[in-house]
Structure formats: structure tokens, C-alpha cells
């Protein structure tokens, strides 16, 4: 069995999920954060 990880064989963590930022694990940030994507859909 291969020592890399799931995430390694896959090839690494997707870019939409790295140029995220802030602190995501704090619920209020998240909660803003989430708003402004459902806002920006409903917007086009």
C-alpha cells in the first residue's frame, strides 16, 4: 500500500478550496461569507 495520503494520490487540495480566506472555522465569518456567495448567484 502506497504511504501517500488520499488527498496526495488525488493530487493535492482543489484551488477553489485554497484562495478561500478567513477564518472559516469561526461560525460567524462563515455565515458572511456564505451570504455573499448565495447573494453574488442570485445577482447575475
Not at 488520499?6 to 485554497?18: D, E, F, T
Request: glycine content about 12%; hydrophobic content about 35%.
Amino acid at each position: 500500500m502506497s504511504a501517500n495520503t488520499i488527498l496526495q494520490r488525488l493530487g493535492g487540495v482543489p484551488k477553489n478550496l485554497i484562495k478561500g480566506g478567513g477564518n472559516l472555522s469561526d461560525r460567524d465569518v462563515r455565515k458572511v461569507i456564505i451570504a455573499q456567495k448565495i447573494k453574488q448567484k442570485y445577482d447575475r
